[in-house]
């Protein structure tokens, strides 16, 4: 394909050994089609693609040239440090085993050395210390006026069973193998890392990765002559992953050289307009993202749409205005959207916490206290968990059975009407979308809010969402961005 002048311009960039360049791509924007001409016009050059998960993966070893390899972190970890635990590797621990390991009567105090030691996991220290507490916890225990173990002791005690397999209910996870890795100063024998995604990448990786770019002399191997360059390719309004304790590697890796891909290949002026808006009023983007223009619009298929939601609960509360006069279908399946735990709120509502089976809920004995805690630590799903709570109330288990019964008649994916959450969403794309009520209010008081008086991610969380629409771009009823479209569109008179 003809590329664009700002896709030239990044072919064109030649980059010496241990240099940086960064690529903000917007959404649509051609990044990948970009990266394979890079490579393509460097046959010689020995390339290592960085991909943010396996399908990802799967679909760069398809596209780009024979001279680039395509793994992801885990892949590259797995062969040195992960072979060694294959017959131990567990996706993550169960807090009830947890208990048993670490010796403790209190389920919080497993989940929260948990997470200390996930974050620590994800993390580039080299150690557990109290940075890697979830402050999470720390409100937990103030609110239920409770004591709060040493969660680091405890998550180191957690790390060790662990890595020496002396207990048999723990398992190596997937991130634990990784940060050996890391640990281990490997040397990547490749002449430049294409870095993708990096606005979400974990400090592990980011650590991993810009190491190739330092290594002293006295470090390299026969087969590996000087520092890898490094291409880094993401864009900074995509970051949604900070809760998993990803960091946007585009701010804080520096670069000898930035480039910019602002013509979307995806949607349509009004679809770039809208995500300008958000991205010019709370983001403070000074740059203008392009749509591509679309000769014969249709108009709007009501029979034929994807929903998305910034919370599995907000989902379920469309899916149960639909699942009576249309075929809908979840994608990657109804199993990933959690929907038995709004059985758990309401039955913690009602008080029969002998039906309450998520631990997690349990652990709050009282429905005010969830609510509670929510509100504390801004859990927007928790929130509309309890929103829906009292809004079906007794009605709500049979119509969480009746969405997962519909649902899965509709096998899965099928459904003409499809629904998904923002998160979810990243990556793909549709021709028409849905935004549904939930995400984060753009509005107050008849004026935007203030970009500080919200999470950033929540922010980006909209604009993902947006960006998913290829001709046609549409809001629930409830929802405050009409008005806040409204709002630009004067402004700008």
Same mark, same amino acid.
Request: net charge positive; proline share 3%; hydrophobic share 45%.
């Given at each position: 394909m003809q590329l664009t002048q700002e896709q030239q311009r990044i072919v064109d960039c030649d980059l010496a050994p241990g240099e940086t360049l960064k690529? #903000? /791509?917007?959404a649509g924007t051609g990044k990948t089609t970009t990266l394979e001409a890079y490579t393509r016009q460097r046959p010689h050059t020995r390339f290592l693609y960085i991909a943010f998960n396996k399908s990802v993966q799967t679909e760069a070893a398809r596209r780009f040239p024979p001279n680039v390899t395509a793994r992801t972190t885990h892949a590259l970890a797995?062969?040195?440090k992960g072979f060694p635990h294959k017959d131990r590797l567990v996706p993550g621990f169960? /807090?009830? $085993?947890v208990m048993a390991a670490l010796k403790t009567d209190r389920y919080e105090d497993a989940r929260f050395a948990m997470d200390t030691l996930n974050r620590y996991l994800v993390s580039a220290d080299p150690k557990v210390d109290r940075r890697h507490i979830p402050w999470t916890a720390r409100a937990f225990y103030e609110k239920n006026r409770a004591p709060m173990p040493d969660l680091v002791a405890l998550a180191n005690r957690l790390g060790r069973l662990m890595c020496d =397999?002396? !207990?048999? &209910?723990? =398992? #190596? $996870? !997937?991130? =634990? +193998?990784? @940060? $050996? +890795?890391q640990l281990s100063d490997p040397v990547l024998d490749y002449d430049c890392i294409l870095l993708d995604e990096a606005q979400d990448i974990n400090p592990v990786t980011a650590a991993l990765v810009f190491a190739q770019t330092q290594i002293p002399p006295d470090q390299e191997s026969p087969n590996r002559r000087k520092p890898a360059a490094l291409i880094l390719v993401g864009d900074n309004h995509q970051q949604i992953y900070s809760?998993?304790? /990803? @960091? &946007?590697?585009l701010k804080t890796l520096s670069a000898s050289r930035t480039e910019y891909l602002t013509q979307s290949f995806r949607f349509d002026d009004n679809v770039a307009r809208v995500a300008n808006m958000v991205l010019n009023t709370f983001k403070k983007e000074p740059r203008q993202l392009k749509g591509t223009k679309v000769p014969d619009k249709p108009a709007w298929d009501k029979t034929a749409y994807t929903v998305i939601a910034r919370t599995n609960a907000g989902l379920f509360d469309k899916a149960v205005s639909l699942i009576n006069r249309h075929n809908v279908g979840f994608i990657g399946g109804v199993a990933g959207y959690r929907l038995p735990q709004l059985k758990d709120a309401y039955y913690l509502y009602q008080g029969s916490l002998e039906k309450v089976k998520d631990p997690y809920i349990r652990g709050f004995r009282q429905f005010d206290a969830l609510k509670s805690y929510a509100r504390t630590v801004e859990d927007f799903e928790i929130l509309s968990q309890c929103r829906l709570v009292e809004k079906y109330r007794s009605r709500l288990p049979g119509l969480v059975d009746r969405v997962l019964e519909k649902a899965e008649e509709e096998n899965r994916d099928t459904g003409r009407i499809l629904l998904t959450t923002a998160h979810k969403a990243k990556g793909l794309e549709w021709r028409q979308v849905l935004l549904m009520d939930d995400f984060l209010p753009l509005i107050k008081e008849g004026v935007p809010i203030a970009p500080e008086d919200a999470d950033p991610d929540e922010f980006n969380l909209i604009y993902v969402a947006m960006t998913r629409a290829m001709t046609h771009l549409r809001f629930d009823r409830a929802s405050d961005i009409p008005e806040f479209i409204r709002f630009c569109l004067k402004q700008n008179r």
């Open positions: 690529i #903000m /791509a917007f797995f062969r040195v169960k /807090a009830n $085993l =397999g002396s !207990h048999p &209910d723990i =398992g #190596m $996870l !997937h991130d =634990g +193998y990784l @940060k $050996l +890795y809760f998993r304790g /990803a @960091k &946007d590697s």
